[in-house]
């Protein structure tokens, strides 16, 4: 039995956790302001963790009052005890006090939409069945009463037997009171049984006889009602034998022949009918400027032009607002590394600080423009409601490439950097639907890719006009064009064989639109950094010391002191394990027309697929011209040993193939790593990739040559 | 179990019905069941995307979208006519 406490943190951060009076799960359903009434609660206080094993992330605060230390766990939102995805199963394990390192709860914050008490009832109902010390809070009444309901909290506490307390997260009202609540909720009794269902009553009694170990009746509920599943064997395990043999007999005279879940939520729904009938004094209604928008959406060409004017807007920020701060963090990391140089001198240690260190440093903090932007519109769109409308909206398109509408928005956003792209599938519920998104993303045209493509286009398609295009243009239209067709299939092809699997049930809350509450922003937001600096940052900082040091070792000591600065780089670079590693993968290389100097350019850009450019830069700067020609104009010229050029055009276009393709960003395969939390994955990715771009610029190079 | 009479994919826009029957073989039907769309309950077809599905649903104040192929699963009778 492992204690709440035992979870790892930071040696600073340990204070706040040495005493905790009481644990308390906070559970509701998606959107019910769950986890804005968590932050009111907790603040800064909180800490973001993984359950074991899989992707979905633990949010556990601290509320703390004169005399007591209560710690709240904010889980995944579910509509019901039976679970239909990872994130509800997580909830349901972590209820009933069976999940690996976070304790059984010593009570539930049942969180109730006051705009939504119809599903929020149906759940809230078999909470209150857990017989553990339950507080209710009602949330979104002041968007409830605008909308024309009155809640009669008194009657509701009633007629559920627990403590309802009526809370506006967004302005603090009734939190003191719930905070009063929560901290005394050990005294509080648990609540008695509501018999809705006296024949599933009887069927747990008659089960729970001569039982090994002490049985709670909504486990027995959850037995009967979802089967002895995977997750329900502690449950068989606890019961006599004679109850054992018995499960399906009693599970046959309870649903006959109608499917359990279809008969529980028949008759729970029945039940929250009537209550709605006592504590609603009106029927729910739009009646607010925001039925009037929703309405004008929710007709369906305006719906979806709005829906890619919003898309424009996002992708346009994120390429836009992101470029001066990344072009600022760009110049503050070489004029750091030119200091480092100026004051230590030229020597290894000198290097590693500024070309390993500094440089690594920067490649990671460089990515955090774009994520911090991109996040901010996706946590204003989500909380704003708006996300689930364009995941509707756009299903039907989605589906025939054989995912969901969920899909839309990080495959738009990885036209950006498939970095916060991929983050953002977390917004999928599906696992295969996630990963096959997952899988697409990076074949999308990030904006790392342009200096790629600008530098080869630039250089080598002639800028003739092919009607009343440029050509130039055209090349990289057919670049973009060329990575969304691959992710297309890449996801169409994942979806039928390694991630084959039935469609996912699609149904989607639409909830009504609403005010972001800026504390949950922010703290949304502040969260996503930490976890990219953390988990992604380190790997992506390792990757670039380790380039560095390919390239800086072994020295050529013995260069000629006359020797111009650019020749004595590239001479250093053949001669590194970088061009030592160049030139023994060259005749793999060699089929796609690239000699050793490309190749080693190519390993170097292993990390960032826009360090290519820099590398070319000093590989090619040889000779008494480097100096006066550019960069494009020293490719042009390059030339093999018999004489015949590198660059030719069939050459450029497999390596532009190449580079649609290739997977070379250690950010990418770091976050795939982490979202998917497996190797498997980015491994595959990165083969996968590899492979399709290599035999791309394969059938270019031959083709075109022949 | 035999649907007959008009489902949720044929409610029109604007119109409200009430669920008769449910075809509840299902899982995702299921699904669909434990949102709320159950025997007895008022829906109003709130929208549809381009093309007629999706399809939004209203009930007590919240919208579910689900795909047609789903909506035929709900047996419904209309109250009113609709828009």
Redesign the interface.
């Known amino acids: 039995m492992t204690s709440s406490t035992e979870i790892r943190v930071p040696a600073n951060e340990i204070t706040v956790a040495k005493r905790i009076d009481a644990s308390i799960a906070v559970v509701g359903n998606p959107n019910s302001g769950k986890s804005t009434l968590f932050n009111r609660l907790t603040g800064l206080k909180q800490r973001i963790g993984n359950y074991p094993g899989v992707t979905v992330e633990k949010h556990i605060g601290l509320l703390k009052t004169d005399d007591k230390v209560i710690e709240l766990v904010d889980l995944p939102g579910t509509h019901s005890l039976s679970a239909h995805s990872l994130e509800e199963q997580i909830a349901v394990d972590v209820i009933f006090g069976r999940m690996a390192g976070t304790k059984a709860p010593d009570g539930v914050l049942a969180v109730l939409d006051a705009t939504n008490l119809y599903q929020g009832l149906f759940l809230v109902q078999q909470l209150v069945e857990l017989e553990l010390p339950t507080v209710v809070a009602l949330t979104m009444n002041d968007a409830a009463e605008k909308s024309g309901i009155q809640v009669d909290t008194a009657e509701l506490g009633a007629l559920l037997g627990v403590p309802v307390y009526p809370v506006v997260a967004t302005t603090g009202a009734g939190l003191d009171m719930l905070r009063h609540a929560l901290a005394g909720i050990r005294e509080l009794t648990p609540p008695r049984r509501v018999r809705i269902w006296p024949e599933l009553t009887a069927a747990a009694e008659r089960l729970s006889e001569d039982a090994r170990e002490p049985l709670r009746f909504a486990e027995l509920e959850r037995l009967l009602i979802d089967g002895p599943t995977e997750s329900n064997q502690l449950i068989v395990g606890k019961l006599s034998d004679v109850a054992r043999s018995e499960i399906d007999a009693v599970r046959a005279g309870l649903f006959e022949d109608e499917p359990p879940i279809a008969r529980d939520a028949r008759i729970r729904y029945t039940w929250v009918r009537g209550v709605l009938g006592k504590v609603q004094k009106s029927a729910p209604a739009y009646v607010t400027w925001r039925s009037k928008v929703t309405d004008f959406l929710n007709l369906p060409v305006p719906g979806t032009i709005g829906l890619f004017f919003v898309m424009a807007i996002v992708f346009q920020a994120v390429f836009a607002w992101a470029t001066p701060v990344m072009d600022a963090i760009d110049a503050v990391s070489s004029s750091l590394s030119g200091l480092v140089f100026e004051r230590l001198g030229d020597s290894a240690f000198s290097s590693l600080i500024a070309d390993g260190v500094i440089a690594g440093v920067g490649s990671v903090v460089v990515f955090l423009p774009q994520i911090l932007i991109l996040f901010l519109f996706i946590i204003l769109l989500e909380d704003s409601g708006y996300l689930a409308r364009a995941a509707y909206l756009m299903d039907r398109a989605m589906r025939s490439v054989g995912l969901s509408g969920q899909s839309i928005i990080p495959m738009i956003s990885s036209f950006a950097c498939a970095v916060p792209g991929i983050m953002a599938t977390r917004v999928i519920p599906n696992r295969r639907d996630r990963i096959a998104t997952i899988m697409a993303a990076p074949f999308m045209t990030c904006s790392a890719r342009l200096p790629v493509y600008a530098l080869l286009i630039a250089a080598f398609v002639p800028a003739t006009k092919v009607g009343f295009l440029n050509l130039q243009g055209l090349v990289l239209l057919g670049l973009y064009l060329f990575g969304i067709v691959m992710g297309i299939l890449t996801a169409l092809i994942m979806r039928k064989t390694a991630l084959r699997g039935p469609k996912p049930p699609f149904a989607l809350m639409l909830p009504e639109f609403r005010r972001p509450n800026l504390q949950t922003v922010a703290i949304q937001l502040l969260g996503r950094a930490k976890v990219f600096l953390k988990r992604a940052g380190t790997v992506i900082f390792a990757v670039a010391v380790v380039v560095w040091a390919l390239a800086y070792f072994p020295r050529a000591d013995d260069l000629p002191a006359d020797l111009d600065a650019n020749t004595a780089a590239a001479m250093q670079m053949e001669q590194s394990w970088l061009g030592r590693a160049g030139k023994v993968v060259e005749p793999v290389f060699e089929p796609l027309g690239w000699d050793w100097r490309v190749s080693s350019a190519v390993i170097a850009s292993f990390p960032a697929r826009e360090v290519v450019v820099a590398v070319l830069g000093t590989v090619y700067a040889v000779g008494d011209d480097a100096d006066e020609g550019t960069l494009s104009g020293r490719l042009k010229s390059a030339t093999r040993p018999d004489g015949s050029k590198v660059f030719t055009l069939p050459m450029v276009i497999g390596l532009l193939i190449f580079y649609a393709c290739c997977l070379q960003c250690a950010a990418t395969l770091a976050i795939i790593r982490r979202e998917t939390n497996s190797w498997r994955w980015p491994i595959f990715a990165w083969t996968y990739m590899t492979a399709i771009g290599y035999v791309g610029a394969l059938l270019a190079f031959q083709l075109g040559s022949a | 179990m035999a649907i007959i009479g008009g489902t949720l994919a044929t409610l029109k826009r604007g119109q409200k019905g009430v669920i008769r029957a ?1 075809n ?2 299902d ?10 769309l ?4 008022e829906v109003e077809h ?6 007629g ?2 399809m ?1 649903f209203r ?9 047609l192929e ?1 909506a035929r699963h709900f047996e419904v009778v209309p109250v009113g006519a609709g828009d």
């Open positions: 449910i509840s073989a899982p995702q039907v299921q699904r669909l069941m434990v949102l709320g159950v025997e007895g309950t709130a929208s549809s995307a381009i093309g599905d999706p939004e009930l007590f104040g919240c919208g579910i979208s689900l795909r789903h």
